[in-house]
């Protein structure tokens, strides 16, 4: 694996960085860029270059309802003064949410493959964001695989997942997304392992003979991982992706090296791997964790899948995800989204609590989810009940489906009951209502 995560701006000179920081800052992209060699079936070296760009460090304008960066990538690859391909191609990125824009989590990611002939070529990639005119600049020397080589260069992945989708359709092998990681930079906050994808390669004649792979991981000189793992070769090329599991791993910088021994040849590749461990931002209204997922179901369909059996990492990092999910689809930030919810729970705290808390209640659970209603009309039930008479509410909003909800004080102690709900599906109404208000009750105060 040959990495580059680091801003290349090489023309301009070190006396003109250090006169000139601001212009210097302001012409540079950061951006990511990784390159793997890989074979064919007719023994040519494939270079598969991803790069990666954090939506924060490109600049998006405002256009049809959303967010665009316009990316202008150049490849050109030269042996000596020969130019044998240039290539350049223009990737449009678009997002609907304005707070993507500047996120440090969410980034472009694309790929681009070419054909080496058999000999040292030098390889130059440049990428100009349209909008900033921001450059990242990289230039190397990149030599084409043996075709009689055992082994390829190791591709770092952050995720490997089925998918037959055309989503991601450029990082798929055989109906498997394998995220590639150009930055060589994973959060154990976030990931459990590191993924590789490798391929192994046998002459026909040699099929069905044993190999031995062995996968090592060393930082700071200490051997911290040493896989073996025997086995034949059942084609040409064999594809492997390993987990290294990242949980007893310490923050840092670590060197990796696959090695095949296979007959009297042995062959190694190497990777590199910097494991960071971020200080998670914790989203949450309550400190009861049951308390605050009972408070994400007023916005769910349904239940999360196997709560009960997560352990207390498992729900933080699913409550965490579920209010950046909602900030996202709400297009707001995430400490937006919070300080809206917050405000709602300690509304309905003081206005609708009675023998339990306020955001608990049917009137709490409409408020926390809709907010203020756009109008409240209040009435007595009639004397022709089978009930003595009761106070009721009846909330109408003018957004969306606007839904209309009927509230009914059984008890008359404040603790208002949902009774009737028409445009909003996830309420459902008691057949019953009518009975609790009589029938001189005018039902057309319920139309909307």
């Not at 012409?27 to 793997?36: A, E, G, P, R, S």
């Not at 996202?328 to 009675?354: C, P, T």
């Not at 409409?366 to 009639?382: C, F, K, L, V």
Request: aromatic letters at 12%; charged letters at 20%.
């Amino acid at each position: 694996m040959k990495s580059t995560s680091i801003i290349r701006s090489l023309t301009l000179g070190l006396a003109l960085l250090m006169l000139c920081p601001a212009l210097a800052a302001a012409n540079v992209l950061n951006m990511h860029l990784d390159y793997n060699r890989f074979l064919d079936d007719q023994g040519n070296t494939i270079m598969l270059m991803d790069y990666q760009a954090l939506y924060r460090n490109l600049m998006f304008l405002a256009h049809s309802g959303g967010y665009f960066a316009q990316l202008e990538v150049s490849v050109q690859i030269a042996n000596a003064d020969s130019v044998i391909l240039e290539q350049t191609v223009t990737d449009n990125i678009g997002v609907s949410n304005k707070h993507d824009t500047a996120s440090t989590r969410k980034s472009y990611l694309n790929r681009l493959a070419y054909t080496l002939p058999e000999s040292t070529q030098n390889v130059t990639f440049r990428a100009t964001d349209k909008n900033s005119g921001a450059l990242f600049f990289w230039q190397e020397d990149v030599l084409a695989l043996p075709p009689a080589t055992r082994i390829s260069d190791i591709e770092l992945n952050s995720h490997v997942y089925a998918d037959s989708s055309n989503y991601l359709q450029k990082f798929q092998r055989n109906k498997v997304v394998y995220e590639p990681l150009p930055s060589i930079l994973l959060s154990k906050t976030y990931s459990e392992y590191a993924y590789i994808y490798l391929e192994l390669y046998c002459p026909p004649a040699d099929l069905q003979s044993s190999y031995m792979l062995n996968l090592s991981l060393e930082t700071d000189g200490q051997i911290v991982m040493d896989e073996y793992l025997d086995s034949s070769f059942g084609a040409t090329t064999d594809a492997l992706s390993l987990k290294i599991p990242l949980a007893d791993l310490a923050p840092g910088k670590y060197s990796g090296t696959v090695t095949i021994s296979a007959g009297e040849t042995t062959e190694s590749s190497d990777f590199e791997l910097v494991l960071s461990e971020d200080i998670e931002q914790r989203y949450r209204v309550f400190e009861d964790i049951e308390d605050e997922y009972n408070l994400m179901r007023y916005f769910m369909v349904g239940v999360a899948p196997n709560w009960s059996s997560m352990d207390s990492d498992s729900k933080n990092r699913y409550v965490n995800n579920f209010w950046q999910n909602m900030a996202a689809k709400s297009q707001m930030s995430e400490d937006d989204i919070m300080k809206l919810v917050d405000d709602r729970v300690k509304y309905a705290n003081k206005n609708y609590s009675s023998l339990r808390a306020g955001w608990t209640s049917d009137m709490g659970r409409i408020y926390i989810r809709n907010g203020a209603p756009a109008d409240i009309e209040t009435g007595t039930s009639s004397d022709d009940t089978r009930f003595v008479r009761k106070d009721y509410q009846i909330w109408k909003y003018n957004s969306g489906t606007k839904p209309v909800y009927l509230f009914i004080d059984i008890q008359m102690n404040n603790n208002y009951r949902l009774y009737y709900v028409k445009g909003d599906t996830m309420e459902n109404s008691n057949p019953d209502y009518k009975s609790y208000l009589g029938n001189e009750f005018d039902d057309s105060l319920l139309r909307n």
